[in-house]
């Protein structure tokens, strides 16, 4: 099982580094969550949040990337996720998992914006609540704890 879960999260991640990011959004859950918490055990609503996203919010964010210009995604970040330290723990039907992530990212572009070329190293611990249906897994949650959240945070206009 920890394969299967495993290839799982190597797919979710390969679909952000490719930018399918309406293919992303097929692994969730109607309900399911995308969190990026300012503290670890934030409840989603009730504490500041980097991101905060249910269903609506995630559809929107992926549109916006997609669809509109933004300064800070002119040109789009490229990224790549190196995901290590999988384990998990089945309980009630939900899929505890944990893994550690390292993503990089980087905008190509010229001397006149600010950071680009620059590559940012983003190292965070990666919590999902996976739900196992007729079709594979689906995320139920997932909850992404950066190790430096209490510093500055540089480009956040991509989904990590």
Do not use: C
């Not at 580094?17 to 309406?22: E, F, I």
């Not at 989603?44 to 990337?65: K, S, T």
Request: hydrophobic share 40%.
């Amino acid at each position: 099982m920890l394969q299967d879960i495993t290839q799982f999260i190597y797919r979710e991640a390969r679909l952000l580094d490719d930018r399918r990011l309406d293919d992303w959004l097929s692994l969730f859950d109607d309900d399911g969550l995308y969190i990026v918490p300012l503290v670890d055990e934030a409840l989603p609503g009730r504490q500041a949040a980097i991101v905060n996203d249910d269903r609506m919010a995630r559809e929107e964010r992926v549109y916006h990337l997609v669809n509109h210009w933004f300064p800070a995604q002119q040109p789009p970040s490229r990224t790549l996720h190196f995901v290590s330290n999988v384990v998990a723990d089945e309980r009630d039907g939900l899929w505890s998992v944990s893994s550690s992530q390292l993503i990089h990212e980087t905008r190509g572009g010229d001397w006149t914006q600010v950071g680009l070329g620059e590559k940012n190293a983003i190292v965070a611990r990666v919590d999902y609540l996976l739900r196992r249906g007729d079709k594979g897994f689906r995320i139920h949650e997932k909850r992404v704890h950066l190790l430096d959240r209490a510093g500055w945070q540089g480009n956040l206009a991509f989904i990590y």
